[in-house]
């Protein structure tokens, strides 16, 4: 057996581990009640014990030496068989390069921070929690050095590089700069805009059955395969599983059904890039999704692309009508729903935001974790700078209101820096998918008609597919021509909003 | 660290995985959509792999060695860490006895004969279930003779073991040839007297979400704990899961709501078992159920002790009545739900077995399967034997009907010999349970009163708190004052049938 094949077998060998894992966390928020915790978190600790263990087993790095030597040989090694070594050795270098000591003592201190943060934020108690999270900063730092010394990166480029492989903080400067020159105007025009306009919001009890029955209906308008996948609930909504079994949540609530509608549109854009994943390499790293901002571009385009487009709204205000029995309500009129999906207002919320405001949450969070982690500020830093960002970005300021400013979010309480900006990377992808997708196909006739299949067809030819064959910006250049331009982005904004 | 700690140590972090395994087969049943099946599959064959390698771990040989070693030099040893120690080497003996090779012909055998059976089964076609089933009885005979030889046991008893740690042919023997004098003119007496009584059967529609919220009344009434459980469906209802997360499944027939009725009550006996082990025990082979028939004494204490009583029947009359809004159907009256659930019927099928004819079903597997076994009879003998032992058992014959015969069950597919005395034996202890706790417990007024907790102390007291911290007959005779008698089975039978 050659070294590759070894590494191959090995690293299917995880998957099922990781397979166990999925669908336990899966359960753990979708089913499981209280009295099953401790046991599943004892449970799920080992298997995790067992899967570092697994992926960092010391004869791999002669593996992956002898397997390199094996490709330098072999004249006709297929393309892919060295972008699934690259992947494999991608993922076996994330897994050995953090000391296991520092591993462990970031988990510990993460539990404490985020276990005393989800009393700490409601009582704004910014002394409290600052305590805890120093020493998550700390280490957080330390895996940063020790990230960037082994990659050849700065610290914060190596946190990056665990979520978003190649992009660099160079990009996201070049990228969020420009975006900071246009968008807080467009935020004010627009909201100008939609002053005068009146929108009639949703009230009364919208049954959770009959959500999810609708909830479903929109599944299969977008093509869910049922075969592989299910919907359920959670206390906060995502998708899980394994790509013959992806398992998407969401959440009702009785009072409103449009943002269950919606975040079940989000999920299947996940769903459908998990499904569509190449099964030639099923197991591998190099059949796994590109990376957290690949992946939420498939959500976002869904969402956003297609969920918010003027086409599927008229879709929705059919199907909704239809499950509330409410064909005259003037709610559920198209162009209303359209006001209420499109609706934009600022916040200090995150995940609250529109689609117009939400960029300027995830770069001002992007510039203060940048600073943090490559030391040019302190953690004592965080609240005052918050405040004077949002008070740029959005006008709106956060001084003595931590719990509705840096300590609203989960993310960094537990040291996921490099994560944010996933989010807004996803969004720009999906506007340049776009862009390009509309060269060839018309695309609100293609949704109007109710067959959405070429959109699906572009997304799995370009995308899906595709899986992790590529660099990031190999694959967008192979879909678009171009990488990631953020003029589309702007494009797509100012298109739907002036 | 002793090496008493390092095995118990072991033997938790086993239950991690098996926690896992469990989980996945639950989710698997209740859950999957077809497309995951290939995945969990391999996932939970990894996982059971897995399992095998930490069961047989050479060093495990030693540890016991040292540990019996440590106990024997240690006056102040308790009692309980004797019978934890036992209850490890049980399971490793269990474990490591059967080479790897034989287990993995055995995998390999029964699953190629179980999927053709299922076909075969339809066709009557005993040639050519007979062709697979040869290699899977050489097999399973392979197995009893190295148990037996490891465990000083005649081959069957050694199959015996691995379900009824304990129970030997020679005690099944007495029982069952006891019971064989008094069955069969029981069950004639019985079908006499009901012939000329009337039963309204229930028809027309019971929505699964009605039959649901109502088994859900009734699991609230048999006091199951729901932060440590649910209740889902399956095509096998079977309970699963692990002590502190229990998941019992049922299957529901719009036309009939009794079945799926009782079925939860069993499966809410299995569960409290369950959810009744000592947490001071958690994880370790001395925490779980003692066996597979102690297990089935409780859901047939549920099922037949409680379920079926005049008092219990009831409260199932007034719940269903109100569950279905049907008050004056003559179906939910009290007297007419006890003559359903009381009805005997001579049959083919042992699944839809009546209380009273279901241990001549046991009987009868168990002598062919005992002398299958042990060599006394082939394989090509069980058509015939069946046929013979049916006419005598309930005078029906499965001459040239192998599909109603001994084709009917998977059990013997894929060499699950060994496990069908387990029933009886669990309705026998379930007998002799109630006859002992009538002498201080007023059983029907209990039930009557709509709180049964006195009952379900006494089984957590006697049963479900001590695990397996005895042997089974002790746990029998400290609960009872003796051994297994079947004359409380009869009594049982007698007082409410005849």
């Known amino acids: 057996m050659s070294h590759y094949d070894k590494l191959t077998s090995h690293y299917q060998t ?7 894992q999925a669908m336990l966390g899966w359960d753990a928020a979708a089913n499981m009640p209280s009295g099953g915790s401790e046991a599943r978190s004892n449970a799920m600790a080992e298997l995790s014990v067992h899967i570092h263990r697994l992926s960092t087993q010391p004869q791999l790095e002669d593996w992956f030496g002898n397997a390199e030597q094996e490709a330098f040989n072999t004249e006709q090694i297929a393309t ?8 494999m050795k991608r993922q076996w270098q994330q897994a050995t390069v953090v000391p296991e000591d520092l591993v462990q003592a ?3 201190a993460g539990s404490k921070c985020e276990h005393a943060w989800r009393s700490q934020r409601q009582e704004n108690d910014w002394t409290g929690f ?9 280490l957080s730092r330390e895996e940063a050095k020790i990230r960037g010394a082994a990659l050849g990166l700065t610290p914060y480029d190596a946190m990056l590089d665990k979520y978003e492989p190649g992009t660099t903080t160079a990009s996201l400067n070049t990228l969020f700069t420009d975006v900071k020159t246009w968008l807080p105007e467009l935020i004010e025009t627009v909201l100008e805009k939609q002053k005068s306009e009146s929108i009639i919001l949703p009230s009364g009890t919208f049954s959770t059955a009959t959500q999810k ?9 977008l093509k869910f395969d049922f075969d592989r996948g299910r919907l359920d609930q959670s206390v906060h909504p995502f998708c899980g599983g394994v790509p013959t079994d992806v398992r998407i949540t969401t959440r009702y609530d ?5 943002q269950a509608l919606m ?3 989000h999920e299947t854009g996940h769903a459908r890039y998990e499904q569509g994943l190449p099964t030639a390499f099923a197991g591998l790293p190099v059949g796994e999704a590109r990376s957290m901002g690949i992946h939420e571009s498939q959500s976002l385009f869904f969402e956003m692309q297609i969920g918010r487009s003027k086409a599927f709204i008229s879709h929705l205000s059919r199907l909704s009508a239809d499950a509330f029995s409410a064909h005259n309500d003037p709610v559920f009129a198209q162009d209303n729903l359209y006001k209420i999906y499109t609706q934009v207002e600022k916040g200090f919320i995150r995940v609250d935001a529109d689609e117009l405001t939400y960029p300027a949450h995830v770069i001002m969070r992007y510039e203060i974790e940048r600073d943090l982690i490559n030391g040019v500020i302190e953690h004592t830093d965080v609240p005052a700078l918050w405040d004077e960002k949002m008070k740029a970005a959005l006008g709106i300021s956060t001084k003595d209101n931590v719990k509705n400013g840096c300590m609203q979010d989960i993310h960094w309480t537990d040291g996921a820096f490099g994560y944010f900006p996933s989010y807004t990377l996803g969004a720009m992808y999906a506007a340049q998918y776009k862009a390009t997708m509309t060269q060839n196909i018309d695309f609100d006739s293609v949704i109007q008609s109710g067959d959405l299949s070429p959109i699906f067809q572009w997304l799995s030819d370009n995308i899906w597919s595709q899986a992790s064959l590529h660099t990031t910006d190999e694959l967008v250049k192979r879909a678009t021509g171009e990488t ?6 702007r494009k797509h904004l100012e298109g739907r909003y002036l």
Chains 1, 2 share one sequence.
């Open 80 to 87: 892919e068989q060295q972008a699934s070594l690259r992947e």
């Open 263 to 265: 975040g079940i549109v």
């Open 254 to 258: 009785e009072q409103d059904f449009v």
């Open 106 to 108: 970031q988990s510990i």
């Open 484 to 489: 990631l331009n953020a003029a589309h982005f």
């Open 130 to 138: 600052e305590k805890n999270w120093k020493e998550v900063v700390a």
């Open 213 to 221: 029955a609708l909830g479903l209906e929109v599944m299969k308008l």
């Open 14 to 20: 995880l998957s099922h581990f990781n397979h166990a």
